[in-house]
């Protein structure tokens, strides 16, 4: 058994990288913020402010006061305090926001807030700042904050221009509705596996379902006498962790334990559930690795302690990556189990290449083939008259140390010399390599490689590059 919580030789990464501030979410309703000045800036914030349910006091004196904030004095949004913030009592704030015009003004208003133990923000003076605004994704009651520590406040703004594209509408009605149950939910069902099965079916649902389908009462019945936990096989990609799904994020982020694999990337576990423990269970070729019965066992264990587990595997989990096996000890053992896809490699290669696998002039179907058996060699069954075909692209995964008994046995099956072969490893990563060769000079190419890489092998006309296409097409 070879199991670990992390990477053999390297040091304990900590689970979460350094924050420049803490993102806190803070009640402001029925409390007295005092906010200085009475320009449009201030004017923004204060009705930030009072959208709380803060009492907003502004200290400026009339003559300041500008059209957008006496407009909020109207509508009783705030309240006039008339008169300038060095003459006010600080007693009882909770908050102070000051618009000054100069730092001599911003550095006595930090320092006179501070002296009180109120904390204080100087509107575009981070400096005098104990807190930032941030930009706002309002869905409330779910409220997304962005902040860039007053660095970047474009960028921020930018971020969360993308956020309101993602994060639909309906989210508020959901939020609304899991405010109103949570009481309900919390009495009838026992901690641990019943509530959490109600709580992901509605985070689930809240993403693609309107909220007044919801089934609430449903949901709570179907939880009831939920025991143990789960697993759900993901697909992490070749590396690159823009190219997860949707649904993957979910699974990650709902996770308790994640189990994965030593190809999976740094960049894709750091989407993963911050609370989540990750078990490396690292299977590479010339390595020790963990034995797949261990492997098995270990899903087993903790579904049945009520964990939810994810098996995150490289590319995706139905390409060579023995979840039929793990599938069938788990329907054996009475686990659910869900899979959801991810990018494979050689659809990776074909993106980064700008090569379609079946380019209707060159190849009418596509196959991957494992080029790596139990026993590491080439697997004893293939069939190289049909490996041969001139008019298939094949994909040859994990080709690393058989490509050069693979190439020759292509070479004797009648494949021609000048066919175009891709040699590459860490697809989508930053030391990604590829190679173009030929199946005439694929065996010294081999040579070269780095077998301590994951190496995939293409070979099929539709690999030809573009220039050497059109020179052929001309000849």
Partial sequence: MHIVTRQPGEAQRPRLAALSTLPVFYTLT????????????????????????????????????SEEMQGLASSGQVTLLGCHWTV??????????????????AAHFAAAARRFGVPVNVIDKPAFCDFQFGSIVNRSPLVVGISTTGAAPILGQAVRQRMEAMLPKSLMDWAGLARH???????LLQPGPERRQFWQRLADRAFHTPAEEAELESWIDEAKGTEGGRVTLVGAGPGDAEYLTLKAMRALQAADVILFDDLVSDEVLELARREAKRILVGKRGGRDSCKQ???????????????????????????????GEEIAELN??????????????ALALASELKLSLTHRDCAQSVRFVTAHSRDG??????????????????????????SGELVARLLDAGLAPDTPVVFASNVSRAGQSIVHTCLRDAADKAKNLDLDCPIILGIGSALRLPAEAQLQATA
């Fill in 30 to 65: 029925g409390k007295r913020v005092l906010l200085a000045g009475g320009s449009e800036a201030a004017a923004w914030k204060a009705e930030l402010l009072a959208a709380t349910g803060a009492v907003v006091e502004v200290a400026a004196p009339e003559a300041e006061l």
């Fill in 88 to 105: 006010i009592s600080w007693d009882g704030y909770a908050m102070a926001v000051g618009d000054c015009e100069d730092e001599e003004e």
């Fill in 181 to 187: 149950i949570r009481e309900r939910a919390t009495n």
């Fill in 293 to 323: 019965e261990d492997i098995n066992r270990t899903m087993i264990t903790l579904a049945r302690a009520g964990r939810r587990v994810v098996r995150l595997k490289s590319g995706d989990p139905m390409i060579f990556g023995r979840a």
């Fill in 332 to 345: 054996r053992a009475g686990i659910p189990v869900d899979v959801v896809p991810g990018i494979t490699t």
């Fill in 377 to 402: 060699r080439l697997p004893g069954n293939l069939d190289w008259t049909a490996l041969a075909d001139k008019s298939t692209t094949h994909l040859y995964y994990m080709a690393g140390r058989t």
